[in-house]
C-alpha cells in the first residue's frame, strides 16, 4: 500500500474522494495551479493499457526471477548491498502485481509468490540492520 498510501493519506487531508482531484502546488486553478490528475492522468492511462493489452506475460515472468536472482546475489555478498537489493525487491513486488492484476498467476501459485517477495524484503531488511551495526563498529 505504500504506492497509494500517500495519496490517501493527502486525500484525506484536502478533504476530497477522487484522487486525480489533489491540489499538487497549492496554486489556485484560475492561477495556473495543477491538480494531481494534471500530472498523472496520462501516465496511468498508458500504464493501464500497456499491462491490460501489450505487456508480454513470458517477458514480466521471466523479469520476476531476474529481479528475485538480482536480489539474492545482491544479499549473498560478503558485505551485502542493501540498497541496490530492495530496488530489485521493489521490481520483483512491482512485476508481481502486474503478473495478479493479468491472472498469470493463480490463486494457489499467488501466496507462493507472495512468500518469495516477503523473504527479499526480509533479506534487505536484514542487511540493513547488520551493515548498519557494522558500521557503528568501525
Not at 17 to 42: A, S, T
Not at 80 to 99: G, R, V, W
Not at 113 to 124: D, F, K, M
Request: proline residues 2%; negative net charge; charged residues 25%.
Amino acid at each position: 500500500e505504500l504506492t497509494y498510501g500517500l495519496e490517501r493519506l493527502a486525500m484525506f487531508i484536502q478533504g476530497i474522494d477522487n484522487v486525480y482531484d489533489l491540489d499538487w502546488d497549492g496554486v489556485p486553478g484560475e492561477q495556473g495551479g495543477k491538480r494531481y490528475g494534471d500530472i498523472f492522468h496520462r501516465a496511468e492511462v498508458e500504464f493501464s493499457d500497456w499491462n491490460f493489452n501489450h505487456a508480454d506475460m513470458t517477458a514480466l515472468l521471466q523479469h520476476f526471477r531476474d529481479a528475485e536472482a538480482e536480489c539474492g546475489k545482491l544479499l549473498a555478498l560478503e558485505t551485502p548491498l542493501a540498497l541496490p537489493a530492495y530496488d530489485q525487491c521493489m521490481k520483483a513486488s512491482h512485476l508481481f502485481n502486474l503478473l495478479d492484476a493479468r491472472g498469470v498467476i493463480s490463486v494457489t501459485e499467488r501466496a507462493a509468490y507472495i512468500g518469495r517477495v516477503r523473504a527479499l524484503a526480509r533479506g534487505c531488511c536484514e542487511a540493513w540492520i547488520d551493515t548498519a551495526k557494522a558500521g557503528e563498529a568501525n
